[in-house]
């Protein structure tokens, strides 16, 4: 397993991330404890959770997925193995996370969200503590193909005006300080996001920004326009999630199938991957894998692995079937007939799920 430093920190993170938004919904603890066994037997040494998960957010379970990634460390005695990241949400007007009313990026919000991560994840420290989207009234993913997209409807109900950039910095300042959080990073952010923070930064207001996770994968490589020059340039690390697309490109949903279990079967959470047009390039990505030789899920995450700018690949499995073939991707030898192959397709149809 490659690794890769995190921004300009002391972190040194394995090429893959091992998501965890299924654990505590699609999954039991059981299944995350074993999850979590095989990747870090073959490498991988980061976690990446959320205050929020699993997916779907509900108060029912809001923060399952953290108590078992803390009963899973607490049991094989291997905190100082692991680098944990996790995350605290942005503006919405979901109410089950602060008792009652809805949260912002600000300094009693994020305070009361990380003390209660560290509890649920029987620790002291969160290596990488992020936000998870903007405070901003802005689309999710906060990088569509076209400005001025409306916004999450639990972002837009919250009426209260938005937290400055240097507000809410300043408070992970005070984190980095109490030693609850080693280092800060972002996700689901826009060029302008991630260089207002760097800017504060810069002027002494907090911690420097280390890392984006924003979502990337063969449909969606929006981070390519900005993005990854700002991240170059400014050594800020991508974390690449949703790399198969929710499960979009790995032929499963070829030709409007939903086979029972699935997790757009189940929750009917995909609209994301089904835009106009969506199916028509996810089937051909998945045909362009099968040319090759290659099942589409592995095509479709050895892409990302190497892409010349990414820092690690958050990969999420229901089964452990499904993470070997996401842990084996590391082993491909992505050719540049299998690179020139896919910009063909992607110049012709650019970035159908934003």
């Known amino acids: 397993m490659q690794t890769r430093r995190l921004g300009r920190t002391d972190l040194v993170v394995s090429r893959i991330c091992l998501g965890s938004m299924t654990w505590g919904q699609q999954n039991t603890e059981e299944e995350g404890h074993a999850q979590m066994d095989l990747a870090f037997s073959r490498g991988v040494n980061f976690i990446d959770t959320a205050e929020l998960y699993p997916i779907p957010p509900s108060p029912e379970t809001q923060g399952r997925t953290e108590r078992i990634i803390g009963t899973w460390m607490k049991a094989r005695g291997n905190r100082d193995k692991v680098i944990l990241a996790s995350k ?15 949260s912002r990026l600000v300094r009693a919000d994020i305070m009361d969200a990380v003390d209660k ?54 408070v992970f300042d005070e984190l980095v300080k109490a030693g609850k959080i080693r280092h800060f990073g972002l996700s689901n952010e826009s060029s302008w996001g991630v260089m207002r923070f760097v800017f504060e930064s810069e002027k002494g ?20 326009v900005n993005l990854a020059e700002v991240c170059e340039r400014e050594d800020i690390s991508l974390l690449a999630y949703s790399p198969l697309a929710q499960g979009y490109l790995t032929g499963k949903y070829d030709h409007g199938a939903r086979p029972a279990g699935s997790r757009t079967a189940l929750f009917n959470r995909g609209q994301r991957y089904e835009k106009p047009n969506a199916a028509e390039v996810l089937l051909e990505y998945n045909e362009l894998a099968r040319s090759f030789g290659m099942e589409p899920a592995l095509f479709a995450a050895a892409f990302v692995l190497n892409r010349p700018f990414l820092t690690s690949s958050i990969v999420g499995a229901t089964s452990l079937t499904q993470l070997e073939t996401a842990l084996s991707a590391v082993d491909v030898k992505w050719t540049r007939e299998m690179q020139d192959a896919v910009d063909a397709v992607h110049q012709r149809v650019g970035n159908p799920c934003p």
């Open 117 to 170: 991560s560290l509890a649920r994840l029987q620790t002291d420290y969160i290596d990488l503590y992020q936000i998870h989207w903007p405070d901003r009234d802005v689309a999710w993913g906060a990088n569509p193909t076209r400005y001025g997209a409306p916004p999450r409807a639990d972002i837009a109900a919250v009426t209260e005006p938005e937290t400055p950039i240097a507000e809410t910095l300043s």
């Open 205 to 224: 207001v907090g911690p420097r920004v280390a890392s984006v996770q924003n979502a990337y994968n063969l449909v969606n490589r929006t981070f390519e």
């Open 88 to 102: 605290v949400v942005g503006r919405t007007s979901n109410d089950w996370f602060r008792g009652g009313r809805p």
